[in-house]
């Protein structure tokens, strides 16, 4: 479970409302049993159940379990598609070692507000799921022309262009070094006409073809990602 608080030894953690509902109700858990806690910096301890209500419980640290480990710096870079595979791509992302989900607004993106909040959520359920000791930040949507900006000259940029721009992923990036990463995917409608072309300020922009066919936004960043992390060997 993941919690906010410190995981010293004796510590006393608090278990929010929908926390205490999973472990009593779903694990039907009482107090006295082990759980295991990661707040996303400490490593992963082994508590004990201390109270377990219906609104609230507790837990008392018992030993450190997993010390903290880097997790990738690899970040997603996705224009914000329909709720459900939003939702989808902040899953998937955290179970592939994501470290930022970041929405970017391009041209021919549809929707109205990216429900951060709701990813946020996700990214936490899904790092609990997959036993990361991470949680994936969550950035605020920003515009594609935008990027170049401010954009850390050290982070090498991986477009995902499904229209022949990019060689085969794996032949692209088979020299790929561990260092800061982002991948970019884009809408349901694609990138516009000439709208890569105002990331060509990035220093490090390497573009790759993910196969002959036309993968959906979400697919391609589950493919993407996959090869990626199998490259890293994370
Ligand atoms: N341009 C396509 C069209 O209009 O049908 C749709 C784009 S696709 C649904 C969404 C995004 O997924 C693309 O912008 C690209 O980033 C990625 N993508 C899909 N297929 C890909 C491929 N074969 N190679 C690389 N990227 C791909």
Do not use: M
């Not at 004796?10 to 295991?36: C, F, I, K, S, W």
Request: glycine share 10%; proline share 8%; hydrophobic share 45%.
């Amino acid at each position: 479970l993941h919690v906010a608080g410190d995981l010293t030894i004796g510590a006393e953690v608090a278990l929010d409302e929908g926390q205490a509902h999973y472990l009593r109700n779903v694990l039907r858990l009482t107090p006295g049993a082990r759980v295991a806690l990661f707040n996303g910096r400490d490593g992963e301890a082994a508590a004990e159940l201390q109270t377990l209500g219906k609104k609230s419980g507790s837990a008392r640290v018992l030993s450190q379990t997993r010390p903290q480990t880097p997790e990738p710096d690899l970040w997603l870079l996705f224009a914000p598609l329909k709720r459900a595979r939003v939702d989808f791509i902040a899953e998937k992302a955290t179970e592939l070692g994501v470290s930022r989900l970041a929405p970017v607004i391009t041209r021919r993106t549809q929707g109205g507000r990216v429900p951060t909040d709701r990813l946020a959520a996700i990214a936490v359920e899904a790092a609990e799921q997959c036993e990361r000791l991470s949680i994936p930040e969550v950035a605020e949507p920003v515009s594609l022309v935008d990027l170049p900006a401010d954009w850390p000259a050290e982070r090498r940029l991986i477009i995902c262009d499904e229209t022949g721009g990019g060689g085969p992923i794996a032949s692209v990036l088979a020299d790929l070094a561990p260092g800061p990463l982002a991948v970019l995917i884009g809408p349901e409608g694609g990138f516009a006409p000439g709208e890569l072309e105002t990331l060509t300020d990035i220093p490090l922009v390497t573009r790759v073809s993910l196969g002959p066919r036309i993968l959906r936004a979400d697919t391609a960043a589950v493919a993407v990602l996959s090869v990626v992390q199998s490259l890293l060997g994370d």
